[in-house]
């Protein structure tokens, strides 16, 4: 059976290496750019636990960036999650290959992530679902899937394999149940951004997550991150690398 990287050699005529690590990926979106195909401007959204809000700063900056597209990693394995099945698991959809679901008539459904994306104002999405050892083949694909001058992608393991231009760390503004790769990803992260149940002011969810935080076993290291709420979101905004193209930023 013919490789994804195999299909990809062919499809842009060139050879692609597999790389492990950010450095690698740089390489592969240098020869895209030289074969007249740009990356994009790549924004990450991961989270330090589930639950910290991702989707919903993802579709505040789709709001915020009009014209841009949407990436959706959803890694999973080969046996029951536990989970509602209906709600998160994907093992049925897992391949042996990455499998890249593109489009609204591929993805859309009201009240999923991908939905949302859409309603948000994503000009295409890309819902990558992979195994394990698949997440770079996958990114790779959906990456050279984009046509737009930017892309938010949602998704940890996603920062394991490619050097976003912005990423952003989110949390919770409290109690946080840490992922065993929230560590590596922070060492990553650009900006860490509280989110909040209660709508409270900014000083109260800085206090929260700092309380939280001096009481962990382990040195969770944010030193010189600038951190941001939702009543900061112009701010982060600005504080990503925008290409001229991208048509600017709504405040609204």
């Known amino acids: 059976m013919v490789s994804l990287l195999t299909e990809l050699k062919n499809l842009f005529g060139i050879w692609f290496y597999k790389y492990s690590g950010p450095t690698g990926l740089k390489s592969i979106a240098?020869?895209?750019t030289e074969l007249g195909k740009p990356k994009p401007t790549i924004v990450a959204v991961s989270g330090l636990s589930s639950n910290t809000g991702k989707t919903t700063l993802v579709c505040e900056l789709l709001r915020r960036l009009p014209g841009w597209e949407a990436i959706k990693l959803t890694r999973g394995?080969?046996?029951?999650?536990?989970?509602?099945p209906d709600g998160c698991c994907v093992s049925e959809l897992l391949q042996d290959r990455p499998l890249i679901r593109s489009g609204r008539e591929a993805n859309y459904e009201k009240g999923k992530d991908?939905?949302?994306f859409w309603d948000a104002g994503a000009a295409n999405v890309h819902w990558v679902i992979v195994g394990e050892d698949q997440v770079e083949a996958g990114v790779t694909e959906a990456l050279s899937r984009v046509a737009s001058p930017g892309v938010v992608v949602e998704g940890n393991s996603f920062l394991d394999y490619v050097a976003a231009d912005f990423a952003i760390m989110c949390a919770r503004a409290g109690e946080n149940k840490l992922k065993t790769s929230a560590r590596r990803t922070l060492e990553r992260a650009d900006a860490v951004y509280l989110s909040t149940i209660d709508d409270c002011d900014t000083s109260i969810a800085l206090r929260r997550f700092e309380e939280w935080r001096s009481g962990l076993a382990i040195d969770l290291n944010i030193d010189g991150l600038p951190i941001f709420t939702q009543l900061e979101l112009t701010q982060l905004l600005e504080s990503i690398p925008l290409p001229v193209q991208a048509g600017g930023l709504c405040t609204v």
């Open 77 to 84: 394995h080969y046996r029951s999650c536990g989970k509602d």
């Open 114 to 116: 991908t939905g949302h």
């Open 30 to 32: 240098a020869v895209m």
